[in-house]
C-alpha cells in the first residue's frame, strides 16, 4: 500500500517537473521570437501546452502549470529575471484557465467527439481558443485597473489585454490539438485520426510561425520614432487576430476532414466485416439447414422402410436414432451461429451513455449458466467493489463479455474451471481477465480479432471480431496470454473508464 502511495506521489511530482520545464521553455522560445518593442507577444504556445497537459493528465498538474507560467513571465531572453507583484496573479489564473478549457470540453463531450458536425466542432474550436483563454488577460487587466500608480494609460491597458487574449487563443488553437495526438490520453478518437491530423496541424504551425518570424523580422528593418510606435503595435493586434481567425477557419476545416475520413474508414472496415458476417451466415447456417433437411427426408424414408420391412426393426431405430443425434448437432450449430449474428448486431449498438461492468458480468453469467450447469463447470468471479462506468453501451459491453466467457466454457470443456476477475487499472482504464483451464493458445496462431478465425465448435469465429469492435469503437485494449495457475488461455481487456 505504500509503495503504490509513493509511486503516485512520485508520479505526480514527475508530471509537475515535466510541466514547469516544458511551460518555461515555450514561454521563453515565444519571447525570443515573438516579442517585438513591448511584452505583448503574437504567439503563446505554452498555452496550448498547458491546456493540453490539464486535459490528459487532470487536476493534479495544475500546480506546475501555475510555476511554469511564473517563471515564464518572470524571464526575459534580453533582461532576465524580473519580478513583478501580477505575476503572481496571472500565474494562477493561467492555471485557472487551462482547467475552464478542460471542464468546458469534458462537460460537452466534445473530446469523444468525430468533430464533423458544425453544432459539435464550433463549440469546441471557440473553447480552445477566445471562449477559453481570457482568465490570465482579464486579471492582468483588472491588476493594472486597479493600479492608480500604473504609468500605462487604460487605451494601453486595453491593448495589452487583447493582445494577451490573442496570443493565448492563438497558441492555444495551434497546439493543442497537436499536443494531445502526442500526450497520453485515454480518448481513442484521437489516436484514431492522428494519421490524418499530424501534417496537417505541422503545415498551419509552420505556415503561421513563419508568418510571425517574418513579421518581426519587417519590423524589426523599420526605423522607428515615437509617432510610428503605436500605428505599429495597433497593425500587429489586427494581424495577430487576422490568424486567429484565420487558424479559427483552417484548424476546423482539418478537424472536420480529419473526422469524416476516420468515420469513412469505420464505415469500410463495419461494411467488410458485414459482407464477412454475411457470408458467414449463408455457409454457416444455410449448410447446416441443407444437410438437416437430408437427414429428415433420411428419417422419412426410414420409417416408411420399417413399416414395410418388420423384421429390420432394430437395425432401423439405431439409423433413427443417428440421425436424430446429428440433427440435435445442426441445430446447436444453427442456435450458435444465431447468437453471433445477435451479439455481432448488438455490438454496434450503444444503448446508454456508461456501463456498469459488474452489472454486465451478471447479467452473462445469468444467460449462460445452463450452458455451464450442463458442462459441469466452475465458474469463479471476482469484482471489486465500487469500480466506476465504463465509456460504452451495456449492450455493446454484454455482448463482447458474453463471446469471452462462451469462448472460455468450450476451451474449458467438462469439469473446466474459469475464472473472472475484475478490477480498477488506473483512472483511465478498467482491467478484465478472462481465464480457463483448457488447451490454451497454440503460440503460432494466437487470434487477434481483426479478422474471422475458424470455429471448432460449430460457430462463425465471429466471437473476437465482436470483442475487437466493441473495443476500438470505446477507446479498450485486448492481449491475449497463457494462464499460469489454470494452465489454460488469458485473456484480458482495458475498458476505457466514462470521463465525466
Same mark, same amino acid.
Given at each position: 500500500?505504500?509503495?503504490?502511495?509513493?509511486?503516485?506521489?512520485?508520479?505526480?511530482i514527475?508530471?509537475?517537473?515535466?510541466?514547469i520545464?516544458?511551460?518555461?521553455?515555450?514561454a521563453?522560445?515565444?519571447?525570443?521570437?515573438?516579442?517585438?518593442?513591448?511584452?505583448?507577444?503574437?504567439?503563446?504556445?505554452?498555452?496550448g501546452?498547458?491546456?493540453?497537459?490539464?486535459?490528459t493528465?487532470?487536476?493534479?498538474?495544475?500546480?506546475?502549470?501555475t510555476?511554469?507560467n511564473f517563471?515564464?513571465?518572470?524571464?526575459?531572453?534580453?533582461?532576465?529575471w524580473?519580478?513583478?507583484?501580477?505575476?503572481?496573479p496571472?500565474?494562477?489564473?493561467a492555471a485557472?484557465q487551462?482547467?475552464?478549457?478542460?471542464y468546458?470540453?469534458?462537460?460537452?463531450?466534445?473530446?469523444?467527439?468525430?468533430?464533423?458536425?458544425?453544432?459539435?466542432?464550433?463549440?469546441?474550436l471557440?473553447?480552445?481558443?477566445?471562449?477559453g483563454?481570457?482568465?490570465?488577460?482579464?486579471t492582468?487587466?483588472?491588476?493594472?485597473?486597479?493600479?492608480q500608480?500604473?504609468?500605462?494609460?487604460?487605451h494601453?491597458?486595453?491593448? !495589452?489585454?487583447?493582445?494577451?487574449? =490573442?496570443?493565448d487563443? #492563438?497558441?492555444? &488553437?495551434l497546439?493543442l490539438?497537436?499536443?494531445? $495526438?502526442? *500526450?497520453?490520453?485515454?480518448?481513442?478518437?484521437?489516436?484514431?485520426?492522428?494519421?490524418y491530423?499530424?501534417?496537417p496541424?505541422?503545415?498551419?504551425?509552420?505556415?503561421?510561425i513563419?508568418?510571425?518570424?517574418?513579421?518581426?523580422?519587417l519590423?524589426?528593418?523599420?526605423?522607428?520614432?515615437?509617432?510610428?510606435?503605436?500605428?505599429l503595435q495597433?497593425l500587429?493586434?489586427?494581424?495577430t487576430?487576422?490568424?486567429t481567425?484565420?487558424a479559427?477557419?483552417?484548424?476546423?476545416?482539418?478537424?472536420?476532414?480529419?473526422?469524416?475520413?476516420?468515420d469513412?474508414?469505420?464505415?469500410?472496415?463495419?461494411?467488410r466485416?458485414?459482407?464477412d458476417?454475411?457470408?458467414a451466415?449463408?455457409?454457416?447456417i !444455410?449448410q447446416?439447414l441443407?444437410r =438437416?433437411?437430408l437427414? #429428415?427426408?433420411? &428419417?422419412?424414408?426410414?420409417?416408411?422402410?420399417? $413399416?414395410? *420391412?418388420?423384421?429390420?426393426k432394430?437395425?432401423?431405430?439405431?439409423?433413427i436414432?443417428?440421425?436424430s443425434m446429428l440433427?440435435l448437432?445442426e441445430?446447436?450449430?444453427?442456435?450458435?451461429?444465431?447468437?453471433?449474428?445477435?451479439?455481432?448486431?448488438?455490438?454496434?449498438?450503444?444503448d446508454?451513455?456508461?456501463?456498469?461492468?459488474?452489472?454486465?458480468?451478471?447479467?452473462?453469467t445469468?444467460?449462460?449458466?445452463?450452458?455451464?450447469?450442463?458442462?459441469?463447470q466452475?465458474?469463479n468471479?471476482?469484482v471489486?467493489?465500487?469500480?466506476?462506468?465504463l465509456?460504452s453501451?451495456?449492450?455493446?459491453?454484454q455482448?463482447?463479455?458474453?463471446?469471452?466467457?462462451?469462448?472460455?466454457?468450450?476451451?474449458?470443456?467438462?469439469?473446466?474451471?474459469?475464472?473472472?476477475?475484475?478490477?480498477? &487499472?488506473?483512472?483511465?482504464?478498467?482491467?478484465?481477465?478472462?481465464?480457463?483451464?483448457?488447451?490454451?493458445?497454440?503460440?503460432?496462431?494466437i487470434?487477434?480479432g481483426?479478422?474471422?478465425?475458424?470455429?471448432?465448435?460449430?460457430?462463425m469465429?465471429?466471437?473476437?471480431?465482436?470483442v475487437?469492435?466493441?473495443?476500438?469503437?470505446?477507446?479498450?485494449?485486448?492481449?491475449?496470454?497463457?494462464?499460469p495457475?489454470?494452465?489454460?488461455a488469458?485473456?484480458?481487456?482495458?475498458?476505457?473508464?466514462?470521463?465525466?
Open positions: 500500500m505504500r509503495t503504490n502511495k509513493g509511486r503516485r506521489g512520485f508520479a505526480l514527475g508530471i509537475n517537473l515535466f510541466a520545464v516544458t511551460y518555461f521553455l515555450l521563453i522560445l515565444a519571447k525570443a521570437g515573438f516579442s517585438w518593442q513591448s511584452s505583448a507577444i503574437t504567439l503563446w504556445p505554452a498555452s501546452l498547458a491546456n493540453a497537459l490539464v486535459i493528465t487532470g487536476w493534479a498538474i495544475l500546480p506546475g502549470i510555476i511554469g517563471l515564464g513571465t518572470a524571464f526575459s531572453p534580453n533582461t532576465g524580473t519580478v513583478q507583484p501580477f505575476m503572481v496571472v500565474a494562477i489564473a485557472a487551462a482547467a475552464l478549457v478542460r468546458a470540453l469534458i462537460r460537452q463531450n466534445l473530446l469523444s467527439d468525430s468533430l464533423t458536425r458544425f453544432t459539435r466542432l464550433m463549440p469546441f471557440l473553447w480552445i481558443g477566445p471562449l483563454n481570457w482568465p490570465a488577460s482579464i492582468f487587466f483588472l491588476y493594472q485597473l486597479g493600479q500608480s500604473s504609468e500605462m494609460e487604460p494601453q491597458m486595453f491593448a !495589452g489585454t487583447f493582445f494577451w487574449w =490573442l496570443g487563443s #492563438l497558441g492555444s &488553437l497546439f490539438p497537436f499536443f494531445l $495526438l502526442f *500526450l497520453p490520453f485515454q480518448k481513442a478518437i484521437w489516436a484514431e485520426r492522428k494519421a491530423l499530424v501534417n496541424l505541422l503545415g498551419l504551425i509552420t505556415v503561421l513563419s508568418a510571425a518570424l517574418i513579421e518581426r523580422l519590423l524589426e528593418r523599420i526605423t522607428l520614432t515615437i509617432n510610428l510606435l503605436g500605428p495597433n500587429r493586434i489586427l494581424t487576430f487576422v490568424w481567425i484565420l479559427l477557419g483552417v484548424l476546423g476545416l482539418i478537424l472536420q476532414i480529419a473526422g469524416k475520413s476516420l469513412q474508414e469505420k464505415l469500410f472496415i463495419r461494411s466485416l458485414a459482407a458476417a454475411a457470408g451466415v449463408i455457409h454457416e !444455410g447446416p441443407i =438437416l433437411r437427414r #429428415l427426408e433420411r &428419417l422419412v424414408n426410414s420409417s416408411k422402410e420399417d $413399416l414395410e *420391412l418388420r423384421e429390420k432394430k437395425d432401423s431405430n439405431l439409423e436414432q443417428k440421425e440433427c448437432e441445430l446447436d450449430s444453427i442456435v450458435v451461429n444465431t447468437r453471433s449474428i445477435q451479439d455481432l448486431t448488438l455490438a454496434g449498438i450503444r446508454t451513455n456508461g456501463a456498469d461492468l459488474k452489472t454486465a458480468i451478471s447479467r452473462v445469468a444467460q449462460l449458466r445452463p450452458e455451464l450447469n450442463r458442462l459441469d466452475d465458474l468471479i471476482k471489486q467493489d465500487g469500480l466506476p462506468k465509456s453501451g451495456q449492450i455493446q459491453l455482448a463482447a463479455i458474453r463471446n469471452l466467457l462462451a469462448n472460455a466454457s468450450q476451451a474449458a470443456g467438462e469439469n473446466g474451471v474459469i475464472r473472472i476477475h475484475a478490477t480498477a &487499472l488506473n483512472q483511465q482504464y478498467l482491467c478484465l481477465d478472462i481465464e480457463d483451464s483448457g488447451s490454451g493458445f497454440v503460440t503460432t496462431s487470434p487477434t481483426e479478422a474471422r478465425t475458424s470455429s471448432k465448435t460449430g460457430g469465429g465471429l466471437g473476437l471480431m465482436i475487437r469492435r466493441v473495443l476500438d469503437d470505446n477507446g479498450g485494449k485486448i492481449s491475449f496470454d497463457h494462464s495457475e489454470l494452465g489454460g488469458k485473456v484480458t481487456i482495458w475498458l476505457s473508464i466514462l470521463t465525466t
